[in-house]
């Protein structure tokens, strides 16, 4: 399929894990695709999926939390790459403390980048949208946490609550526009942030080794797995496609079933 050809779509967080997957989806359907992360290896992922995919990927190195710099990769995406039709608002940390440790150092770090940098990104996007009478996508990452908070992580948890509500709000503001905004919720999916959560939580609730935590977990998910970055990359693409042009303010979970709601 090709439903984006012709399109520019920006992804924050588009180096790796589960934003490298949605960029990956993307650019296979003929998308222009900006990738814009804080990682200094930013420019590299997007020469090499450029040439993995044949078409054009630029690489952006971009703090999401700056609203300066925020404008500016916004900027230089559509300049080099024409008028964008997509945002997908996927930069994202995790910390993993007890509440007794939790510092506010942390709880700045997983607002900021979760939630803050969210809406500075679907800001300027929206700006862009009108600019250039697009009908946009707005697509955000929340998380599994998103419903239901898990142990040890209250700031994330409250952090990817808030990207719902805000999802919800800026749906309901658009919606006259005909600009969708929709969220989705990943679970336990194949990727680094996992890898530091089975090592981190695998710690704090016993005795576990390298995986074995994430291989208890999978263990209560259905389908009897964890995800892909490119299965979470398939949802997206749907919600940024023509056939989703009646769905907004909704957040889907991409999760295997673990949960239902």
């Not at 999401?64 to 964008?84: F, I, K, S, W």
């Not at 194949?190 to 530091?196: F, G, P, S, V």
Request: with cysteine; proline share 2%.
């Amino acid at each position: 399929m090709q439903r984006f050809s012709g399109q520019t779509v920006f992804v924050t967080g588009g180096n790796k894990g589960i934003g490298l997957g949605i960029a990956r989806r993307f650019a296979e359907e003929g998308a222009k695709v900006a990738i814009a992360a804080i990682e200094a290896d930013t420019t590299d992922v997007a020469m090499r999926l450029a040439s993995e995919t044949g078409t054009e990927v630029l690489g952006l190195q971009l703090d999401v939390t700056d609203g300066v710099a925020v404008r500016q990769a916004y900027a230089e995406a559509e300049a080099r790459l024409g008028p964008l039709s997509v945002s997908v608002q996927n930069a994202g940390v995790i910390t993993i403390a007890k509440v007794e440790d939790l510092s506010e150092r942390e709880w700045d770090l997983n607002l900021d980048v979760n939630t803050k940098g969210v809406f500075l990104c679907c800001q300027e996007a929206v700006a862009r949208f009108r600019a250039s009478g697009t009908k946009g996508r707005l697509i955000n990452t929340a998380s599994g946490q998103a419903r239901q908070g898990f142990i040890y992580t209250p700031h994330y948890a409250a952090s990817k609550f808030g990207v719902v509500g805000l999802t919800q709000s800026l749906a309901k503001e658009l919606a006259r526009e005909g600009i969708t905004v929709n969220a989705i919720c990943p679970g336990i999916i194949h990727t680094e942030m996992w890898d530091y959560n089975d090592r981190v939580w695998g710690k704090m609730l016993g005795d576990y080794g390298p995986g074995e935590l994430m291989a208890e977990w999978v263990e209560g998910i259905p389908m009897g797995r964890a995800g892909t970055p490119a299965e979470v990359g398939a949802l997206v693409a749907f919600l940024a496609s023509a056939d989703a042009a009646y769905i907004t303010g909704q957040t889907i979970n991409v999760d295997g079933g673990l949960i239902m709601s």
